[in-house]
């Protein structure tokens, strides 16, 4: 299945629906203003302006938000990047 | 406890003085993160032995206590998790530095080269996304900022862990770094759990990104990495790239396994690098490739990696391997050679393209080592085989020299981003017309269909576009704006006897698997595929 396709997307939303909301990282196009009005602003962690990307904290009930058409794509914000040193 | 963690040590310690009764020897260090609203009542409540002290910005309590104490704060619901203070008070003794064995990334990055002798990254800043900097350092000598803190609620101004300080040190620092002029922006993407470093969360590296472009860094060093793809961050890199920084980003410690680079390194546009020896051998740590998410190559490069000596974070030096200690390495030979281009208007383009190269791969794959070991040595060598670096330089001009079709028509006149060419509709009489769209100003009509900006070419001399350049531009992806279309099948179109023969092509993009359709001349039919 296109990982892009509205089924995907839908299905996405609802598994974080399930999951209780949580921290999102989201890529959109088009202009900030026109995003942003789909989400509470006590919602935006952070506008990362130049990437065209925000981080938001997203309540179970608005994750359907994430359907907005402008919103290229998100991913779930993750912890697992580490330093990349060897013990030889 | 309502969520968190106690240490596993600290429960069986706890629970067997218990048993042995031995008074005030059951006593034990223990450090608690906890709630600041609640410190006080914490702090007159907590049943411990001796002085209590609570660090209000790392919001965690330190206390000598016995299992009674210890069981107030696992009860207490506003303690986050528990952990064995004595452990945090541990340092580690220094270690012996084998002469023999370790060396600086200056020795081995720098290796005798003449043509950059004097070349040392002067005005050139280096991003490194770390766990902080000690830029009290005396190998820094005040050419390090003041910390960027990209983490979310915790303060700290230094260095911790010391991998940032080390990874500061190959780039910048006097004695170890390759370009020892430069300057370090101190972007600090780790966090500290009770001392000791907790993974970067993507949105914190996004920030760190996002201050790269907003401060024009002239490159970034990303001693980090993840354990599974992730489009938003690779999408990141390759932004921050396309907006003037070069991403240096370690290629990962999980080889020697085949396809086992993961974001960030496996960005496009990032210079992925191995790590190896001083002789150019690679580790058997250093991820390798193929690059298991995309189809494009990885790793780009590598650099010296193991046993690196650089500036430690207690002051002096230490030796560390990985990944991470190659990649500051590559950085500074890259500032170097930005600071040798200094007055080329599109420095950072060539050097970029340099840098991939130059390597040196001495019978290595591709994928251990991607185009090989790069020094500035091997760098200098690498030019005065190609005709010295005007060779490139005359090549990239070609390609990239304006034209009427670049800067006027494929530019957004809004955004001045590429815009999509959709069509290309060629006249008998030599005029055109192009059907094009900008990612950022698309209008819809009220059918929700995409209004194509249409331009007429009348005079087609003026306004030549090349077949490489047509080519190029179905590439740009309609749903992201990136350059990832590929095509997938294609089947001939009928059309009328006296119309050229067109080819439908489906395509799909590599970033966002958007799916489409081209249609294009079956001339180009083949050299596009």
Redesign the interface.
Known sequence: M???SLETKFQSCLLLFEDGGG?V???F??EFNDVSTAFDTSWI??H??????M?VQIPSHGCFSLLHPNI????V???????????? | MKYGRVDASLTELFSKSNRSKSGVESAHGVAASINDDCAQEILKELPAVGPVTYLPSLEIILAEMESDGFEFLVENPEVHAISDAELLHEHPEPMEINEQLSHTSRRYMRSDSKMFEDYEGKNITVGVMDSGVFREHECFGGRVSEQVNCVHGNHFDGDIDGHGTHVAGSIAGEEYGVASEASILDLRVFGYYFGRTSGATTASILQALDVCIQRDVDIVNMSLGGNSPSRVLDTAVDTAVQSGVIACIAAGNSGPRAQTINSPASAQMAIAVAATYGNGTVTDFSSRGPNPWYSWQKPDVAGFGSNVLSASRHGGSCVMSGTSMATPGVAGVIACLLEHESENPDSKVYVDALIREAGQPLGQSENSVGSGFVSLGNVESYLSTHQGMTHLKRRKGKETKPNFFTEKTIKCELCNSNRIVHRIFHRPDGTMRVRMSCIKHRNLDSNGKLVYDEVEMENWKHARITDKQFLQSLRLCGGCGKRGIVPISSEEIDLPENHHKHVAVKVGCLYCNSKGERRIPLSLHNNWR
Request: glycine letters at 2%.
């Open positions: 296109d990982s892009d921290v990282n989201i890529q196009s088009g962690l952070t990362h302006e130049s990437l065209s990307m981080t290229v794509y998100w991913e914000d993750r912890n697992d990047f580490m330093p990349l040193e060897e013990s030889e």
